[in-house]
């Protein structure tokens, strides 16, 4: 619902309902005071209208393989360097452990930059 509209930007106020059935809101807008967004359109809307939010399916990809794709990868990535460094099992979990540790420091500035791009495409429609 959009709760103000001036100049392009609208702020709107995000239905607690209309979570993603995938992930049940675990991306922004469950954050905490993450429940308004701030939005550019053209649409004409005014207070009380409201909107349907949508994005292109590429960032809901992107951000799976930034969440999933890249700790798994550090992990056998570590595992393997940690095996071929020290030839043994405790080598490979030192180096598995260090590898998903590297990748979650290095993925937030990624996660930081896909969130913003993504915010940057929403559409917004008038919801019927």
Do not use: I, N
Not at 1 to 21: F, P, S, T
Not at 48 to 63: E, N, Q
Not at 96 to 106: F, W
């Amino acid at each position: 619902m959009v709760a103000a509209a001036r100049d392009g930007v609208v702020e709107l106020e995000l239905d607690e309902r209309a979570r993603c059935e995938g992930c049940r809101g675990a991306c922004l807008w469950g954050r905490p005071g993450g429940s308004r967004a701030r939005l550019r359109t053209e649409l004409a809307l005014g207070v009380g209208d409201r909107v349907l939010v949508s994005m292109p399916h590429r960032y809901l990809l992107l951000a799976a393989l930034l969440l999933h794709g890249l700790p798994l990868a550090g992990l056998l990535g570590g595992a393997v360097a940690g095996l071929a460094v020290t030839g043994g099992d405790g080598g490979a979990v030192a180096g598995a452990a260090a590898g998903v540790a590297l990748v979650v420091v290095g993925a937030r500035r990624a996660a930081r930059r896909v969130e913003a791009l993504a915010l940057r495409h929403l559409t917004l429609r008038r919801f019927a």
